[in-house]
């Protein structure tokens, strides 16, 4: 099955950009697809994208639609998050996942995915 490792985050100021890597290694099993999610202290971890193994199907959270943009590449098996236009509410810690079968309403249940990472760190100053 698929491990994955975060990075990428770090300090930026609001309306900044990040661009967020998620490594993955081992072999899928099915349909997969690679979730980003994002969780703030306290809170409960919430949806931002997901992208299927193929790369060829997206989905995003209604809040960074516009902004935020999911990618794969296919040769280096990493799986990259686009973070344009920053907000302070962006602030939390980013996670991969990976999760089977195809985008649905499901694909934004965390409960689904499994083999996070440790996650990696995003912080917006206003």
């Known amino acids: 099955q698929l491990q994955t490792v975060e990075s990428g985050g770090g300090l930026v100021q609001t309306g900044g950009s990040l661009r967020l890597s998620c490594v993955t290694s081992?072999?899928?099993?099915?349909?997969?697809?690679v979730g980003w999610f994002r969780q703030a202290p306290g809170k409960e971890r919430t949806f931002v994208a997901a992208v299927t193994w193929s790369g060829e199907g997206t989905m995003y959270a209604d809040s960074v639609k516009g902004r935020f943009t999911i990618s794969k590449d296919s040769a280096e098996n990493t799986v990259y998050l686009q973070m344009n236009s920053l907000e302070p509410e962006n602030t939390a810690n980013y996670y991969c996942?990976?999760?089977?079968?195809?985008?649905?309403?499901?694909?934004?249940?965390?409960?689904?995915?499994?083999?996070w990472g440790q996650g990696t760190q995003v912080t917006v100053s206003s």
């Open positions: 996942g990976v999760t089977t079968g195809r985008l649905n309403i499901a694909t934004k249940m965390w409960k689904g995915y499994r083999n």
């Open positions: 081992g072999r899928t099993v099915g349909p997969t697809i």
